[in-house]
């Protein structure tokens, strides 16, 4: 069966991500475990976790993901940030296993500070080597558009984060972000351009340590190296990309999370349904 789901929010409780999933037909999640732009980790009570982990089973909701706040960046010379980043990472790391949860994205950052892109690398690197990663629990780079500093536009830069710390595949992976890739300059739109960029993923990373794909269209060109998502198919990748998309063969085992863009007449519920609609030969 495929996992399809969308990124819902946890306000009243955590155990609510999992009814607004239900509403909106997914059977996979994600959710912030703390608000995006401010540093406090919140955890959830003991009884809110049971609670959630009970509901996630009842509705067979899996995998499920946690986001990292948006704050974090692990590439920059500056201290305060950098620890600042580590103390925020593991303790949302604490509220994962706390859920039960099986990933955790976030985005490796980007270096400043007057670091150069090497050295943002190795820091990155080095935080890795500080976190605690629980058992049941894979941490998820994501590739990123490559704007201004950001590190983890391209596979080898994900890949060299990972070989440089102590740390490897058995709790790290990648989480691919379809917006990300085709504004930095992967052409998945085209029938060769997503080929090669599967290629690449599989030849530098390794498909089986792709853990989870954000599936997002773009609202801005190809190779425009900005982030902005849009719905499925009414976005610069378009319907027929996402029907190749989906239906590649070395991708219908990973879960796929929208992060699409919400309002009032068009929310998950559509992208889900459209999804579907483009799955072949599948029981979706
Ligand atoms: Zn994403
Ligand atoms: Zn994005």
């Known amino acids: 069966m495929r996992r399809i789901g969308a990124h819902v929010s946890i306000a009243g409780g955590v155990s609510n991500a999992i009814y607004r999933q239900q509403d909106i037909g997914g059977n996979t999640g994600q959710i912030f475990v703390s608000s995006p ?18 509901q996630r089973k009842k509705f067979d909701q899996a995998p499920y993901v946690v986001h990292s706040m948006y704050l974090v960046n692990l590439g920059t010379k500056n201290d305060d940030i950098f620890y600042k980043s580590l103390k925020a990472l593991q303790e949302e790391l604490n509220v994962a296993h706390m859920l039960g949860i099986e990933y955790f994205v976030f985005h490796p950052g980007a270096h400043t500070g007057g670091f150069e892109r ?9 935080g890795l080597n500080e976190l605690l990663v629980p058992k049941d629990t894979k941490l998820l780079l994501e590739n990123t558009t490559g704007k201004g500093t950001t590190i983890g536009r391209t596979f080898e830069e994900l890949a060299a984060i990972i070989e440089g710390s102590d740390k490897d595949f ?25 080929e090669s960029t599967i290629d690449k993923l599989d030849e530098v990373i390794g498909i089986e340590n792709l853990g989870v794909i954000h599936l997002n269209d773009s609202k801005h060109p190809f190779d425009s190296r900005k982030d902005e998502h849009e719905h499925i198919g009414m976005g610069y990748i378009g319907d027929e990309a996402f ?13 796929l999370i929208l992060e699409t863009p919400v309002s009032q007449d068009l929310d998950h519920s559509w992208d889900i349904s459209k999804v579907k609609s483009f799955i072949r030969n599948s029981d979706v």
């Open 243 to 255: 029907k190749r998309f989906l239906n590649d063969p070395l991708l219908t085992n990973i879960p």
């Open 118 to 126: 090497e050295e943002g690398l190795k820091r990155i690197s080095q």
């Open 37 to 54: 732009r401010i540093w406090k980790v919140s955890p959830p009570s003991s009884e809110e976790a049971s609670s959630f982990r009970m």
């Open 170 to 194: 058995s709790s790290l992976g990648i989480c691919f972000d379809t917006c990300h890739a085709f504004c930095g300059g992967f052409p998945i739109h085209t029938e060769k351009g997503l």
